[in-house]
C-alpha cells in the first residue's frame, strides 16, 4: 500500500520507548524523513539508529525533546524547520505513568503525571502547529491510552490525563481542519512494553481473557496505526477520532 509518506518529515517525541521506536521504523520503512525526539538519554537513541540499515540512517535524526522545558519548545520547532523546511506529521509518543493509589500520590507527582501526558504535549504541538498553518497541510497523531476511558487501578492521574489528550485532539481537530490539518489519537490497549508491563500489576488477572484476541499487542501494531492516520492518501477525510488497538478488550 502506498502511503504517499516519501519525504515527509515526521517529528516524534518519546521515540526512545518500545512504541516510539517502533513508529520511528516504520515511517522510514516508507521513506520519511524521521526526526527521533529524546528527553535526556541520547545513548539510547544513538544505539537504536546504530542498528538501522545504512539508508535508514540518512533519514533519521535524534532531536532533544524535554516537554519539562516548554521555553525551549519553539527554538527546537524552529531550528527543525530552518533544517528540514516543514513538519508534516507531528507524533506526540512521549508519556510516562506512575503506579500508585491516588491516595498517597505526591502533589508533585500528579504535577508530574498531568504534565508529562497533557500539558507538555499540547505545549509543545502549539509551536508545530504554528509552522502547519503557514503550510496549510499537516497530521497531528496523539498516543493516548485504553486507560483514557476504562480500567486501571493506581493510575487515576494518568488515566486523566490520556482522557484530556483525546478531548484536546478532538477540540483541537475542530479549529485547525479548515487551515488542511488533521488531529487525531490512538489508544494503545496492553501492549507488550516495559510501561505495560508495570502497569499490568495492578490490572485485573484475567484481563487477557476478556479480549477477543487473548493476546498482548505489539508496538508495530500501535504504529501501523500512526501510519493510516498520518497518510493524506488513506485517511484524508479522518479528523477529530481515536483508534483503538487493543485487541477488542471492553467489547
Not at 523546511?85 to 508533585?108: H, R
Not at 488542511?180 to 500489576?201: D, H
Request: neutral net charge; hydrophobic residues 45%.
Amino acid at each position: 500500500m502506498n502511503l504517499e509518506l516519501n519525504d515527509k518529515v515526521v517529528l516524534i517525541t518519546g521515540a526512545g520507548g518500545a512504541i516510539g521506536q517502533a513508529i520511528a521504523h516504520s515511517f522510514l520503512e516508507e521513506g520519511a524523513v524521521v526526526l527521533v525526539g529524546y528527553r535526556s538519554n541520547p545513548q539510547k537513541i544513538m544505539q537504536w539508529t546504530s542498528t538501522l540499515s545504512e539508508a535508514h540512517q540518512s533519514r533519521v535524526f535524534p532531536v532533544s525533546i524535554d516537554l519539562n522545558e516548554p521555553l525551549k519548545h519553539g527554538e527546537t520547532v524552529s531550528k527543525i524547520v530552518a533544517e528540514h523546511a516543514q513538519i508534516d506529521v507531528l507524533v506526540n509518543c512521549a508519556g510516562a505513568a506512575i503506579e500508585k493509589p491516588f491516595l498517597i500520590l505526591e502533589e508533585g507527582e500528579m504535577e508530574q503525571q498531568m504534565h508529562d501526558n497533557f500539558l507538555g504535549h499540547i505545549k509543545f504541538t502549539k509551536h508545530v502547529l504554528k509552522h502547519m498553518f503557514l503550510q496549510k497541510s499537516g497530521a497531528i497523531v496523539n498516543i493516548s491510552s485504553i486507560l483514557g476511558a476504562q480500567f486501571g487501578r493506581g493510575v487515576t492521574v494518568y488515566a486523566s490525563a490520556k482522557a484530556a489528550i483525546e478531548r484536546f485532539s478532538q477540540a483541537l481537530a475542530l479549529e485547525v481542519g479548515k487551515k488542511g490539518i488533521r488531529v487525531n489519537c490512538v489508544c494503545p490497549g496492553m501492549i507488550a512494553s516495559k510501561m505495560t508491563n508495570e502497569l499490568q500489576r495492578n490490572m485485573p488477572p484475567e484481563l487477557m481473557q476478556m479480549s477477543p484476541i487473548q493476546r498482548t499487542g505489539t508496538p508495530q501494531e500501535v504504529a501501523d496505526a500512526v501510519l493510516f492516520l498520518s497518510s493524506n492518501s488513506r485517511a484524508s477525510y479522518i479528523t477529530g477520532t481515536s483508534i483503538a488497538v487493543n485487541g477488542g478488550l471492553g467489547i
